[in-house]
């Protein structure tokens, strides 16, 4: 991946491969923001212009900073997207796996997240044991009559 810049690639053959997988996929991510001016990632280049000084990053610092720099916990929700993304590839990959990767944040901001999609369920329980993020998910029934019962029975409300 970087041999050209060996002690990058010492660092990374150290890592588990989803941990290289997140780092990579956020280097590639911010760097499409910050550097490529790829229009799917204005908001993140919107977002953070205001706090960084223009000038051009060599490729080798870049990565750098990304492979080995970046505290994992100074960035969650990236790196919760990233490792939903690393899970999806376990499942059949279908047209709502990228939504699926922009719903697994919303885990940061709940107790309890519930779905019906059962190949969401499985990726998120395993990048949420993965973080060791505490928010439950639980999966519901969609063959039910009805939703608003089973999740009556979900909370124990019935």
Same mark, same amino acid.
């Given at each position: 991946m970087f041999k050209d810049a060996p002690r990058i690639q010492e660092v990374i053959n150290k890592y588990a491969p989803i941990e290289s997988y997140w780092r990579y996929s956020c280097m590639e991510v911010w760097g499409s923001a910050l550097g490529k001016g790829v229009p799917e990632s204005r908001d993140y280049d919107d977002w953070v212009a205001p706090f960084i000084r223009r000038r051009p990053i060599k490729g080798e610092d870049w990565a750098e900073f990304w492979m080995i720099d970046v505290d994992p916990n100074a960035l969650l929700r990236n790196r919760l997207t990233s490792i939903v993304e690393f899970f999806q590839h376990t499942e059949t *990959? %279908?047209?709502?796996? !990228?939504?699926?990767?922009?719903?697994?944040?919303?885990?940061?901001?709940?107790?309890?997240? *519930? %779905?019906?999609?059962? !190949?969401?369920f499985r990726v998120l329980k395993k990048a949420l044991e993965y973080m060791s993020l505490s928010c439950s998910v639980r999966l519901i029934d969609r063959s039910k009559k009805s939703a608003l019962s089973e999740l009556q029975t979900l909370l124990g409300q019935t």
């Open positions: *990959v %279908t047209s709502g796996n !990228a939504a699926d990767m922009l719903h697994a944040n919303h885990v940061m901001d709940c107790d309890l997240l *519930v %779905t019906a999609d059962k !190949a969401f």
